[in-house]
């Protein structure tokens, strides 16, 4: 026989009361509704209470203060919060407030259900690991059924030490994710230190992350700390780490399993204390069959593993990701630039290969150019039309007896050069790089930035 709750409902929609009543009725539960959070203490002063059902939004009340009550009032109640405005730092500040888990508006009667059979088949006994700390503020943006997990494994994973694989398409976000591990652990305070594996070659990443002494090779003059040591205490985020070689992974294996690193040309091993994240845009697991990627290092940087959506999987989270993007630009770029609900319905609708970056980019784009204060359907298809015409471009350029690659590229920047009328600061902003990296292109495609309109 399956077990029978009373479940305590706190919502201040009267629908959702009524809406979960008899769902939880149906199921042979009994069920007490509560309004505000004067009613769900009253409630709790009178009735024995196995689960609670908590609104995070009450009004002008925090729902969140029914956790404060249910510890002092009756601790062994589960409680479950919801709301239909999920983020990062709500799903972590209720888990870490002790609940049990987070349940995303509208409700789906299926979850409900699974998660009513979770409490059946639980052990009185079990009890729950919260990660301990305040949520601070990321940059993560979304409220989707694929990135509400996500909020619920960084909310369950950053108390630990343990190690954890992002894995996710170029443009996802996997270094927003690390960092967002690292602010809400007991580390916070301690250094965050990234480096891209793919951007050394592999006797410099060696260097970079143990740390060299004096005379170890050409142009050693001093002795080095790697990253491992800077990190001391804190995180080491490997981003990319599928790009690393086979001797490599021997030498990361052992200062994993050791927390210790010697540095090149040392004989002395000095013990350290990381935490380690890594991420990478490709198959591990595939790399492992070819040979390229050692299956004892994959086995200890995947003790959790985190699978981030493509954008074309959350859609639905288009519009909120427009709206912080263009916030973001007018707060750098001192301007209030809007855009209309058909612009965004446009950019909704549009595909997105290089995912959030390639619509945070666009967007930059958008506001940058955009002379009226508001960006319309007519503003977004253009730079839709210019963004296809350079995606042409590059294909035809992959193809035989076409133009270079290169070519494409210093097209697209002088392009970009010529709309901007020569405002450096302005172009790197719409290429989505920094600008001292449009230098660097600059110099190696022969642009002469010299010239306004090339």
């Not at 201040?12 to 009524?18: C, G, I, L, N, Q």
């Not at 970079?208 to 080095?224: Q, R, W």
Request: proline share 3%; hydrophobic share 40%.
């Amino acid at each position: 026989m399956s077990r029978q709750f009373n479940v305590l409902v706190v919502d201040d929609d009267e629908s959702t009361r009524k809406f979960l009543y008899s769902v939880l009725e149906a199921e042979g539960h009994t069920c007490q509704l509560a309004d505000s959070l004067s009613t769900a203490e009253l409630l709790l002063r009178q009735q024995q209470m196995d689960l609670a059902l908590v609104d995070l939004y009450l009004g002008t009340e925090n729902g969140l203060n029914v956790l404060d009550l249910l510890k002092v009032t009756q601790p062994q109640c589960k409680c479950v919060v919801m709301t239909a405005h999920a983020t990062l730092e709500t799903v972590t500040r209720s888990l870490s407030g002790g609940a049990l888990e987070y349940l995303s508006k509208p409700l789906l009667i299926d979850d409900l259900l699974s998660l009513l059979q979770k409490l059946e088949s639980r052990r009185p006994s079990e009890t729950e690991i919260a990660p301990a700390g305040p949520a601070p503020e990321t940059a993560i943006v979304g409220r989707s059924a694929k990135m509400l997990e996500v909020y619920r494994a960084i909310a369950r994973v950053a108390g630990s030490n343990a190690s954890v694989l992002i894995l996710g398409a170029s443009g996802t976000g996997k270094e927003l994710v690390a960092r967002a591990i690292h602010s809400h652990s007991p580390r916070a305070h301690m250094p965050f230190m990234p480096i891209n594996c793919g951007a050394f070659p592999e006797t410099l990443l060696e260097s970079e992350l143990f740390g060299y002494e004096k005379g170890a090779f050409t142009g050693a003059s001093a002795d080095h700390a790697g990253l491992f040591e800077a990190a001391h205490g804190g995180t080491l985020f490997l981003d990319e780490v599928s790009e690393t070689k086979p001797g490599f992974q021997v030498n990361l294996l052992r200062a994993l399993q050791d927390q210790q690193v010697r540095r090149v040309g040392s004989n002395k091993y000095v013990p350290v204390d990381v935490r380690i994240l890594a991420a990478s845009n490709k198959n591990l697991e595939e790399l492992i069959g070819t040979g390229s990627f050692r299956e004892d290092l994959y086995y200890r940087l995947s003790v959790v593993t985190i699978q981030l959506p493509t954008l074309a999987e959350r859609r639905e989270d288009i519009p909120l990701l427009v709206q912080h993007f263009l916030k973001l630009s007018n707060q750098r770029n001192k301007r209030d630039i809007r855009i209309t609900a058909q612009g965004v319905q446009v950019l909704a609708n549009l595909s997105w290969p290089g995912n959030v970056r390639e619509l945070e980019n666009f967007i930059e784009r958008l506001a940058i150019f955009c002379v009226s204060g508001e960006i319309g359907v007519a503003d977004v298809e253009r730079e839709a039309s210019n963004k296809r015409k350079f995606a042409a471009a590059a294909a035809a350029a992959s193809g035989e007896g076409g133009t270079t690659l290169l070519d494409v590229e210093r097209q697209h920047i002088v392009r970009v050069l010529q709309d901007s009328r020569g405002n450096k600061s302005k172009a790197a902003r719409a290429l989505g790089i920094e600008r001292k990296t449009l230098y660097e292109k600059a110099r190696r495609l022969g642009i002469d930035l010299q010239v306004n309109k090339l």
